[in-house]
């Protein structure tokens, strides 16, 4: 037996009762048979118990702990002490407000309380991020120990919203590794239970995605260096999973770590923050400038006549003129331009007639 049909049950008896009283005060106005009065409000009563009750009870009840549940806990401990701090403000203004002539010391009171209560929580949710700070400034002569110093590392960073994409493409956990990520990776639960389907799904390629992403999960969760936490934390009335991040992300306020173009787009189109790991690749590759020398291997040939192309270690494609001929041949290069585009970066580069298996 649910709990809103309890409720219902518990109305329709009360808003019966209630419609028994009502039908014997309207018989007595009336002058009318109070039994059939009473007997047909009752049956009115009780219908409207039924329906009604779980729109006033269960239902909102519902929606304020979706809402709850939605906000973060810095969020709703920082609007607590907004409400108190309101409160204390109204009460202190209440006595000089009192002695003010009728109406206004009959009305003012109460408006002070709703006002300075609604502007402590305004107040105190936009600057919670600096109010928080202060908690955490060490005292003078106080020192920290290592993990101190880390909590609050963790606690003064931000946190950070992990895509599905991210997870399965494995490079976070060597990011994470590294010690450049601040704060706390935030997985929420639709998340991973996204990526469980794709590691469940019949197509052996995606199952091998989705269990190469469950095992950067559990690298990242051993991972000392970045605290990972998994939420059960959801968006209502969203199915998509990028939908739900980017809501998500704007509610608590955080950026989405993702290598997914298309969530790039619309994260940034709803001025969301993005961290974007195919971006961050990109730029920490090596730079090259025109003039340079490089070893390069020739695996294929190019698009135009006598290119052939060749790749560094961290992926950059080399274009060499006249490379056709040393296909498969170590070959030292020297860059005569880079170009910067949507997929990456290009070098092109001309041969110098160094072939390296020759030198040695």
């Known amino acids: 037996m649910s709990t809103e049909f309890v409720f219902r049950l518990i109305g329709m008896v009360v808003f019966s009762v209630a419609g028994v009283y009502l039908g014997v005060y309207l018989a007595n106005l ?11 409000i009752g049956l009115v009563g009780a219908m409207a118990g039924l329906i009604l009750t779980p729109f006033i ?6 929606a304020i702990r979706n809402l709850l549940g939605k906000v973060s806990a810095h969020t709703l401990v920082a609007g607590l002490m907004g409400l108190m701090a309101g409160l204390i403000i109204a009460a202190l203004m209440a006595l000089p407000l009192s002695l003010l002539p009728p109406p206004f010391r009959n009305i003012l ?9 609604y502007l402590g929580i305004t107040v105190f949710i936009m600057r919670q991020n600096d109010i928080f700070g202060l908690f955490r400034l060490n005292l003078p ?3 920290q120990s290592d993990g101190e110093r880390s909590e609050s590392a963790v606690e003064g ?3 950070i919203l992990l895509d599905t994409s991210v997870i399965i493409d494995g490079r976070i956990a060597d990011i994470a590794r590294t010690g450049f990520l601040v704060g706390t990776l935030l997985i929420p639960r639709f998340v991973l239970n996204e990526l469980q389907y794709i590691a469940d799904s019949p197509d052996s390629l995606r199952r091998q995605r989705g269990r190469r992403g469950l095992e950067v999960l559990s690298q990242l969760q051993k991972n000392a260096t970045v605290p990972v936490r998994i939420s059960d934390i959801d968006v209502e009335g969203v199915r998509e999973v990028d939908d739900k991040l980017v809501i998500l992300a704007r509610q608590l ?4 770590l993702t290598n997914d173009y298309n969530l790039n787009r619309v994260a940034d189109l709803q001025g969301v923050a993005v961290l974007n790991v195919n971006e961050l690749a990109n730029a920490v590759k090596s730079v090259l400038l025109p003039g340079e020398a490089l070893q390069v291997n ?11 192309v060749g790749y560094l270690d961290d992926g950059t494609m080399v274009v060499v003129e006249d490379g056709r001929d040393h296909l498969n041949e170590n070959l030292m290069v020297v860059v005569t331009k880079v170009l910067q585009t949507a997929a990456g970066r290009m070098i092109f580069a001309r041969a ?6 020759d030198v040695k």
């Open 141 to 143: 002569g106080r020192a």
């Open 57 to 62: 009870t269960t239902r909102p009840a519902r």
């Open 109 to 117: 009171p109460f408006i002070g309380v709703v006002v300075f209560s």
């Open 157 to 159: 960073g931000r946190t």
């Open 352 to 357: 110098n007639g160094k072939n390296l298996s």
């Open 30 to 40: 009336a002058g009318g048979p109070r039994d059939t009065y009473a007997l047909l």
């Open 298 to 308: 020739i695996i294929q040939e190019g698009k135009e006549a006598g290119q052939g």
């Open 253 to 256: 306020r955080c950026p989405i």
